[in-house]
C-alpha cells in the first residue's frame, strides 16, 4: 500500500513552491488544499486494495490491523491539516465573493 504513496508524496514534496507573498497568498492556500486532497484520493483508493484482500482473505488479521490503523492515522492528519487550510483560506477572504466593484 505505501508503495503508491511515497512516490506521491516525494513528487509533491519536491516541487518547488512559492514563498506566498500577499499577492498569491490565497492560491498557495487553495494549491496547497487541492495536493492534500490528491494524496487523500490516492491514499483512500490503495486502502481500498487492501480493504479488498482483507475480504478475500488474503491479508492477516495483524497486517489489516497495522494497515489500517496507519490508514486513519495518516487520513485524520490529512484532513485536520486541510480543514486548517480552509480556515486559512475563508478568513484570508479567498472565498469572498468580488463582483464589478474593482
Given at each position: 500500500?505505501?508503495?503508491?504513496?511515497?512516490p506521491?508524496v516525494f513528487?509533491?514534496?519536491?516541487t518547488?513552491?512559492?514563498i506566498?507573498t500577499?499577492?498569491?497568498?490565497?492560491?498557495?492556500?487553495?494549491?496547497?488544499?487541492?495536493n492534500i486532497?490528491?494524496?487523500?484520493?490516492?491514499s483512500?483508493?490503495?486502502f481500498?486494495?487492501?480493504?479488498?484482500?482483507?475480504?478475500a482473505g488474503?491479508v492477516s488479521?495483524?497486517v489489516?490491523?497495522?494497515?489500517?490503523?496507519r490508514?486513519l492515522s495518516?487520513?485524520?492528519?490529512?484532513?485536520?491539516t486541510?480543514?486548517d487550510l480552509?480556515?486559512?483560506a475563508?478568513t484570508g477572504?479567498?472565498?469572498?465573493?468580488?463582483?464589478?466593484?474593482?
Amino acid at each position: 500500500m505505501i508503495k503508491y504513496i511515497i512516490p506521491l508524496v516525494f513528487l509533491l514534496g519536491c516541487t518547488k513552491t512559492e514563498i506566498p507573498t500577499p499577492r498569491n497568498e490565497c492560491t498557495y492556500i487553495l494549491t496547497r488544499i487541492v495536493n492534500i486532497q490528491n494524496i487523500r484520493d490516492v491514499s483512500r483508493k490503495d486502502f481500498h486494495l487492501t480493504v479488498n484482500d482483507k475480504r478475500a482473505g488474503k491479508v492477516s488479521d495483524g497486517v489489516w490491523t497495522r494497515e489500517r490503523d496507519r490508514w486513519l492515522s495518516q487520513e485524520n492528519k490529512l484532513a485536520t491539516t486541510v480543514n486548517d487550510l480552509y480556515a486559512e483560506a475563508h478568513t484570508g477572504g479567498c472565498f469572498d465573493i468580488k463582483g464589478d466593484e474593482e
